[in-house]
């Protein structure tokens, strides 16, 4: 019993971010479900965080894609319904936010980042390298030595 339980819920798992979207959203264009669909996956649900509208089950996220397929039927072309959704609710909502003006400094961060200590790490090691090698100092002479032993012994 619990193997066919087991199997049921892996059968059932992969489907279930589908059930997000419910029937009464679905559009009556299957060209125009696609393209809603297909917008959706690329939109942050602002509640769940990373999780696209398409998967989530808040209810901003069946708003935002209630919003997508109004548009759509609209008459509005794909860049024209993102362009929409991030003039109302800013570049966050995109799961892929676009490479350009103040974001280009994020996406180069990490390599910069990355260049920067390679550079720091390459200039230590060689300056290690060309550093002096440690003088040995000389045994203390009998003398010294006695000299050590009376002062400690006091």
């Known amino acids: 019993m619990k193997h066919l339980l087991l199997a049921l819920m892996l ?14 959203e679905v559009l009556d264009d299957p060209v125009l479900e696609e393209r ?22 808040a209810t901003l996220a069946r708003d935002l894609r209630l919003l997508v397929r109004e548009r759509l039927v609209a008459g509005d072309s794909d860049d ?21 003006g103040a974001n280009w400094l994020l996406w180069a961060a990490g390599p910069i980042m990355l260049i920067l200590g390679a550079g720091i790490a390459i200039v230590y090691l ?10 040995e ?18």
């Open 80 to 100: 024209e319904v993102i362009d929409y959704v991030v003039d109302r609710y800013g570049e966050y909502v995109l799961l892929q936010p676009r490479a350009t």
């Open 137 to 154: 100092t000389a045994a203390l002479s009998d003398e010294e030595k006695a000299r050590l032993n009376d002062i400690l012994d006091k």
């Open 126 to 135: 060689r300056r290690r390298e060309a550093a002096p090698e440690p003088v």
């Open 36 to 57: 809603a669909r297909e917008l959706s996956r690329g939109l942050r649900c602002l509640v769940c965080r990373n999780e696209s509208i398409d998967d989530s089950n």
């Open 11 to 24: 059968a059932v798992l992969p489907l279930s971010p589908a059930l997000a979207v419910q029937p009464d």
